[in-house]
C-alpha cells in the first residue's frame, strides 16, 4: 500500500488563510519531506524533518512530525495566490539507502 | 546556482521505440534519483545511485534500464514503448544521501 498518504486531496482556501496538509506513511523513517509542485513542473524542496524532530519552522512553513502516528503535517500560513499548487509528503525510510517514497498529492488553491 | 539539468524536455516517440533520457546532476551530488510521474498521478521511484553505483530499485520495468557514467551524469533507456510510458520522468540529486532531493525540470514523453 501507499506510503505518505496525503490529506486532504484538494483544498481551496482564501488568500490570507492558513492551510493544513496532513500526511500518513507506513514504514519507519530516517526523515519526511515535503515538495511542491506547479503543474507539469519539477518537484521544489520546502522542507525536511528529521526522526528525532518534532516541529520546524522555515518561514510561514510549519511542519510537525509524529512517529508514533506516523503522520506529518504541513502548515502554511498567510497564504498567498502564489502558493497554489501540489504538495507532496515524502519519506526516506530506514533501510533503504537512497529512495524518497512520495505520497499522492494535495492540490492548494489559494483564491486571491 | 547551477540545478538538475534534464534533456530532452520533450519527445516524442511510437510504439516499440527506444527513448533514451539524460540527467546533469549538481555537481558534487553524490546521490541520483530516477522517478516516473504520470498525469495526476504522484511520482514514483524508478531506480537511485549513490557515487555512480545502482542503489535501489522501484517498480522499474525490465524494458528500462539506467546507468550513471564517470562524470556523474546519468542516463535513462527505455526499449520497446508502451503507450502506458507516456508520463513525466524527473531525474533529482541530492548533496548527501538521505537529504533533500533537487529535481530537474523533467522530461516529457509521449507514446503515440
Known amino acids: 500500500s501507499q506510503q505518505g498518504e496525503e490529506d486532504p486531496q484538494a483544498l481551496s482556501i482564501q488568500e490570507g488563510e492558513n492551510a493544513t496538509m496532513n500526511c500518513s506513511y507506513k514504514t519507519s523513517i530516517n526523515n519526511l519531506q515535503w515538495y511542491r509542485q506547479n503543474s507539469g513542473r519539477g518537484l521544489v524542496h520546502l522542507i525536511l524533518i528529521r526522526s528525532n524532530e518534532r516541529e520546524k519552522h522555515s518561514g510561514r512553513l510549519r511542519v510537525t512530525l509524529d512517529t508514533s502516528k506516523k503522520s506529518s503535517s504541513l502548515l502554511i500560513t498567510a497564504s498567498r495566490a502564489a502558493d497554489t499548487a501540489s504538495y507532496f509528503c515524502a519519506t526516506d525510510q530506514t533501510g533503504a539507502n537512497s529512495k524518497l517514497t512520495f505520497g499522492k498529492g494535495i492540490t492548494l488553491s489559494v483564491r486571491p | 546556482a547551477a540545478g538538475v539539468i534534464q534533456s530532452p524536455r520533450h519527445l516524442i516517440k511510437e510504439k516499440r521505440e527506444t527513448a533514451t533520457l539524460k540527467c546533469y546532476p549538481i555537481p558534487r551530488h553524490d546521490t541520483v534519483y530516477w522517478y516516473q510521474q504520470g498525469p495526476g498521478q504522484d511520482p514514483q521511484f524508478l531506480i537511485s545511485?549513490?557515487?555512480?553505483?545502482?542503489?535501489d530499485k522501484g517498480s522499474i520495468p525490465d524494458r528500462f534500464s539506467a546507468q550513471q557514467f564517470s562524470d556523474y551524469h546519468s542516463e535513462l533507456n527505455m526499449s520497446s514503448l508502451e503507450l502506458g510510458d507516456s508520463a513525466l520522468y524527473f531525474c533529482a540529486s541530492s548533496p548527501r544521501r538521505g537529504t533533500e532531493a533537487f529535481f530537474g525540470q523533467g522530461t516529457r514523453l509521449t507514446v503515440v
Open positions: 545511485f549513490y557515487e555512480k553505483m545502482q542503489s
